[in-house]
């Protein structure tokens, strides 16, 4: 894998649903999270696993870098392990993953389950940190960067313990 850049959006509508090719139910966990944004994850889909391991783009490494921007390597592992080592995490969560035919990257639409039922984001991969995108109208304010609404941090504290002032304060 190696750099990362994704943009990540609220989603307002169900009018992505006319775009999807294809679908998947993932449950993750985390088997750290460090303070620096180090975050090492299984995840599987039930047919498959994998171990990924997420980490923030250094300032020597990177002067450029960008909240958008980070180092991902992912392996994959068989299910049974994945299985296994997700049983030992003390931060899960489980959503239906969604790819949709759009241009301009890797476009999904996360819908999360659980303790996070109810919130739904939207994800863009891109090549580039300049690549311009056409935004459907679907999509929702930009909440790239908002560290509060990574998936590690959404096992810690899940959609269902936010405010409601908070859930409006994205909208803004």
């Not at 020597?60 to 180092?71: L, S």
């Not at 993953?97 to 919130?119: E, I, K, Q, S």
């Not at 810690?156 to 936010?162: D, G, K, S, T, V």
Request: aromatic share 8%; proline share 6%; charged share 25%.
């Amino acid at each position: 894998m190696g750099l990362e850049i994704e943009r990540r959006f609220l989603v307002r509508t169900t009018a992505w649903q006319d775009q999807v090719r294809a679908s998947m139910r993932l449950s993750q966990g985390y088997i750290s999270i460090s303070p620096h944004g180090v975050t090492t994850r299984v995840r599987h889909d039930h047919n498959q696993g994998w171990l990924t391991l997420k980490a923030p783009i250094g300032a020597r490494a990177a002067p450029a870098a960008t909240p958008i921007q980070r180092w991902e390597f992912e392996y994959a592992i068989p299910l049974g392990d994945a299985q296994r080592l997700l049983e030992h995490c003390p931060h899960q969560l489980s959503k239906e993953r969604y790819m949709l035919n759009l241009t301009g990257g890797d476009w999904l639409v996360d819908c999360f389950a659980g303790a996070n039922d109810g919130l739904v984001l939207a994800e863009v991969e891109v090549e580039r940190t300049d690549a311009s995108l056409e935004l459907p109208p679907w999509l929702g304010p930009e909440v790239s960067g908002d560290g509060r609404l990574s998936n590690a941090a959404l096992t810690r504290r899940p959609w269902c313990q936010w405010r409601e002032e908070e859930k409006r304060a994205l909208w803004r």
